[in-house]
């Protein structure tokens, strides 16, 4: 019998302290669109797609390899992908304890062979943001926005669980900072 394969990516996954503010900043917002469920608001580091089972361990094992520091991210600026009619809320500039994580994880997981140099999607132009709102109206301004803090001391990955009232996610493991 062939392995059931899960939707599965790596991701930060806010505390319930950060959920609440980022619940509060979309409501300040006054989003035109679907709102993503607050349960579900995350900020992807690695997409993976469709893994099986022997992928999602040697996906597990490339994670346990990576190591980094807690940090702190800030959330401050307001923005919309277009062609994909999506509102998010990210850094102005993506600190570099961040993108030192997922270049560390990208280079676990190709090691690894869950990934190609390239496969993910992100590689080229790692974005960070947290997806407020998908089939979105453009907002009437973009920018800087009052900041959310958030410390991240931790990573998780993550499987989308499909439901007849939408995709929720569910954390399958998480590896702690150093």
Same mark, same amino acid.
């Given at each position: 019998?062939?392995?059931?394969?899960?939707?599965?990516?790596?991701?930060?996954?806010?505390?319930?302290?950060?959920?609440?503010?980022?619940?509060?900043?979309?409501?300040?917002?006054? =989003?035109?669109?679907?709102? &993503? !469920? &607050?349960?579900?608001?995350?900020?992807?580091?690695?997409?993976?797609?469709?893994?099986?089972?022997? $992928?999602? +361990? +040697?996906? =597990?094992?490339?994670?346990?390899? &990576? $190591?980094?520091?807690?940090?702190?991210?800030?959330?401050? *600026?307001?923005?919309?992908?277009?062609?994909?009619?999506?509102?998010?809320?990210?850094?102005?500039?993506?600190?570099?304890?961040?993108?030192?994580?997922?270049?560390?994880?990208?280079?676990?997981?190709?090691?690894?062979? &869950? =990934?190609?140099?390239?496969?993910?999607?992100? $590689?080229?132009?790692?974005?960070?943001?947290?997806?407020? +709102? *998908?089939?979105?109206?453009?907002?009437?301004?973009?920018?800087?926005?009052?900041?959310?803090?958030?410390?991240?001391?931790?990573?998780?990955?993550?499987? !989308?669980?499909? !439901?007849?009232?939408?995709? !929720?996610? *569910?954390?399958?493991?998480?590896?702690?900072?150093?």
């Amino acid at each position: 019998m062939a392995d059931e394969t899960r939707r599965l990516f790596f991701a930060l996954w806010p505390s319930e302290a950060v959920r609440a503010r980022l619940h509060q900043r979309m409501q300040a917002l006054g =989003i035109r669109g679907r709102a &993503v !469920s &607050v349960s579900n608001l995350h900020l992807t580091l690695v997409f993976l797609g469709a893994c099986a089972d022997e $992928t999602r +361990a +040697a996906a =597990i094992a490339a994670a346990a390899r &990576v $190591t980094f520091a807690p940090f702190r991210l800030t959330l401050d *600026r307001l923005g919309y992908f277009a062609r994909a009619r999506v509102l998010w809320l990210g850094p102005d500039r993506t600190p570099c304890p961040l993108q030192a994580l997922v270049t560390a994880l990208r280079g676990e997981l190709a090691a690894a062979g &869950v =990934i190609e140099e390239g496969q993910d999607k992100q $590689t080229k132009a790692f974005r960070a943001h947290v997806t407020l +709102a *998908r089939k979105a109206a453009p907002p009437a301004e973009l920018g800087l926005v009052e900041p959310v803090e958030w410390p991240v001391c931790a990573f998780e990955l993550m499987e !989308s669980v499909p !439901s007849p009232r939408g995709v !929720s996610y *569910r954390v399958l493991a998480g590896w702690d900072a150093a």
